[in-house]
């Protein structure tokens, strides 16, 4: 099972910033948080990770909260192109296959005009 | 390539049939996943490789899902006698090794009827 806890969905205006959250709280201290995002009829993406510091890279930004057991991603300026279904996933950093990347259902994120 | 490229990209196969799917990871991957992404849900992890070496097959759902990489490079998942339960998106992952190097594929569209 996942170990994290995200929204169905969530709609979003076109330029505005989009939040995401996620819920992990049984995260182990060795676990990253990962953002992958899955547009239609493709495979999914990576986005973005960290593990305990807020990360910013040129798709988006990750805020971790202090106790690491939730994380919000942030697309700062939403565009159609960003609608697809956003993953949150916990895992450690290397590992073979203990790397496995372990999704639940995500967030559908739909941005309108 | 550029990418992953895995094919056919659409697989109509008549149950009972049976069907080879197959992954071109990016050329010196070390590590490919092979994931089952039912409709409406988050890929699940079936199998991960480490060069030619299948390491975990913890995720095959049954004995008639076999998976190889004979030489390290290309891979092919193989179904035998399909149900329509195997209906579902397949997709491939490769990555050089490590936290954020995993391409997908777009995937693998099997449909049993």
Redesign the interface.
């Known amino acids: 099972d ?1 170990k994290t806890t995200q929204p169905p969905s969530m709609d979003c205006a076109e330029g505005r910033a989009a939040n995401l959250p996620c819920n992990h709280s049984t995260i182990s201290g060795n676990e ?1 948080v ?1 953002w992958y995002r899955q547009i239609h ?6 986005i973005i ?1 960290g593990l305990k510091n807020n990360e910013t890279n040129e798709m988006a930004s990750l805020i971790i909260t202090e106790d690491r057991k939730s994380s919000t991603l942030i697309l700062p300026h939403a565009t159609l192109r960003d609608t697809a ?1 956003y ?1 949150c996933i916990v895992r450690v ?2 590992g ?2 203990q ?8 967030t559908k994120l739909s941005v309108k005009p | 390539g550029a990418g992953v490229s895995q094919s056919p990209r659409y697989k109509v196969a008549k149950r009972g049939q049976d069907v080879a799917l197959r992954c071109d990871p990016i050329s010196g991957h070390v590590s490919l996943f092979w994931y089952q992404q039912a409709l409406g849900q988050g890929p699940e992890f079936l199998t991960y490789f480490q060069n030619e070496a299948q390491l975990d097959k913890s995720g095959l759902p049954s004995d008639r899902f076999f998976a190889e990489r004979p030489e390290g490079s290309v891979s092919t998942l193989k179904i035998q006698r399909t149900q329509q339960e195997d209906s579902a998106v397949y997709l491939c992952a490769s990555s050089p090794g490590g936290f954020r190097g995993y391409t997908f594929g777009s995937g693998t569209r099997l449909t049993v009827v």
């Open positions: 996942a990253y990962y009829s493709q495979g999914p993406q990576y990770h279904v993953y950093e290397y073979g296959s790397g496995n990347l372990i999704f639940g259902k995500g």
